[in-house]
């Protein structure tokens, strides 16, 4: 919370001295330029051996960059985040252990779900064993975390029992960071699973029509020989 008045900022510190405790607040204040900094105060009330207070000990340190910076942050985030949720691929965060730690709206929405009855499970509870190890997902999960390179699956046939035959293309990848970052955060992994099957069905009969003409004029160039 920021303290814009004189006498909140009096208050705080009357109350450090009042009631012996120790204090930190953010205020806004202005410079001669009329520039408004962002300042965190530390106070802390200064004691005899008999316990009466006899001073106040007040830091000020000027954190307006680093408040920027969390700005910043929070705003990249948010609008990554946006981004993620408009994929009109399911996409899926996984830990190294393949926990989902989120899943994007694509994956919801295709679903019917909510995020607390996916969130927090393994992976394996998730996908059928076809995709996972008949399908090499699960050699991939492995492979990926061990040489960040991503993994592609094409034209992976699915069925289950709430839906027909469906066609996917299926990507794994790791989610790149900062060097010093990688030491301190486990492996994340990104798994993007795009429906094509009405693609695959256009290309499918745009093939039989392109086979189709191809006889025809095979059999009309025969004919006139």
């Known amino acids: 919370m920021l303290f814009r008045s004189e006498k909140h900022h009096g208050e705080r510190l009357k109350k450090t001295i009042r009631e012996k405790v120790r204090q930190a607040y953010e205020v806004e204040l202005k410079t001669k330029d009329g520039v408004i900094r962002i300042c965190r105060i530390s106070s802390s009330p200064l004691m005899d051996q008999a316990g009466v207070v006899t001073g106040l000990l007040a830091t000020v340190r000027d954190i307006t960059e680093r408040e920027q910076a969390k700005a910043d942050l929070l705003y990249f985030k948010e609008y990554n985040e946006k981004i993620v949720a408009s994929i009109p691929a399911s996409l899926l965060v996984l830990d190294r252990n393949l926990n989902i730690k989120s899943v994007n709206r694509t994956y919801r929405e295709t ?14 509870e998730v996908l059928p064993d076809h995709l996972l190890k008949d399908g090499g997902l699960i050699q991939a999960f492995e492979e990926v975390m061990e040489t960040k390179e991503p993994r592609h699956f094409y034209d992976v046939r699915h069925a289950s029992s709430d839906h027909p035959e469906k066609i996917l293309n299926i990507t794994v990848s790791g989610l790149r960071r900062a060097e010093e970052e990688e030491e301190e955060e486990e492996a994340t992994l990104i798994l993007v699973i795009e429906d094509i099957t009405e693609r695959a069905g256009l290309r499918e009969d745009l093939q039989k029509k392109n086979k189709e003409l191809e006889n025809f004029v095979y059999i009309v160039s025969h004919d006139l020989k």
């Open 111 to 124: 679903r019917g779900i909510s995020d607390e009855v996916v969130v927090g499970k393994n992976i394996k």
